[in-house]
């Protein structure tokens, strides 16, 4: 577990897809989006730092 001031949404609540957001916080701004697999919204931050999971969300 990695504890940071960052807090990840590891993978979806409702279908397991690992999606590469972050809980909003300042100096984020959150934004709606969604998992692309079974469309459940999230007001999160899109991590940069998982490129290659941002095909699993789009935006809301
Ligand atoms: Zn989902």
Do not use: F, K
């Not at 993978?11 to 692309?36: D, I, N, Q, S, Y």
């Amino acid at each position: 577990m990695e504890e940071s001031d960052t807090q990840r949404i590891a993978v979806c609540v409702e279908c397991g897809l690992p999606l590469p957001l972050l809980r909003p916080g300042a100096p984020r701004e959150g934004r709606t989006w969604v998992c692309r697999y079974c469309g459940c919204h999230y007001h999160a931050v899109l991590d940069d730092q998982q490129p290659d999971l941002h095909e699993n969300v789009r935006p809301g």
